[in-house]
């Protein structure tokens, strides 16, 4: 009985919360990319540095978050990694000479304005963030 009270409970709590804090990345273009949505395959590939481009658009420029919840949500839900294992794996890529890490910024203000400003720039931040000058991307 303790084992159903206890499961109701994080079910009606913890969940509710757990999925509402998933929801709050949002993808955001300087308005010069002509796409309007992204699928969450080229966002990993974007981001993984498979490619350098998206779909109706040539070249494309992403920025990264340094770190935090905003981050580490964006890794999990579109690239699929841990942030250890996204650095580990630009790290390769890099001394390889297969790449060059994306540009990393402290905050997600400074996320909207570089992507503001930045031709084909993409990026991402909280829901909440205000994000003029930039369009959200709808991710499929």
């Known amino acids: 009985m303790k084992k159903r009270i206890l499961l109701f409970l994080f079910s009606a709590l913890v969940l509710p919360v757990a999925q509402r804090a998933h929801a709050q990345v949002v993808v955001i273009?300087?308005?010069?990319?002509?796409?309007?949505?992204?699928?969450?395959?080229?966002?990993?590939?974007?981001?993984?540095?498979?490619?350098?481009?998206?779909?109706?658009?040539?070249?494309v420029v992403p920025v990264l978050l340094k770190q935090g919840p905003v981050h580490d949500e964006f890794l999990t839900k579109y690239v699929g990694k841990s942030d250890t294992a996204f650095r580990m794996s630009w790290r390769s890529l890099v001394f390889s000479?297969?790449?060059?890490?994306?540009?990393?910024?402290?905050?997600?203000?400074?996320?909207?304005?570089?992507?503001?400003?930045?031709?084909?720039?993409?990026?991402?931040?909280s829901k909440a963030t205000p994000h003029e000058g930039v369009k959200i991307l709808v991710v499929r």
Do not use: H
């Open 29 to 59: 273009a300087n308005p010069s990319v002509k796409a309007m949505d992204v699928s969450k395959a080229e966002l990993r590939d974007l981001f993984s540095g498979v490619t350098s481009s998206l779909t109706g658009w040539s070249q």
């Open 97 to 125: 000479g297969q790449g060059v890490m994306p540009r990393s910024l402290e905050s997600e203000t400074a996320v909207v304005e570089f992507v503001a400003r930045t031709p084909g720039a993409i990026g991402y931040v």
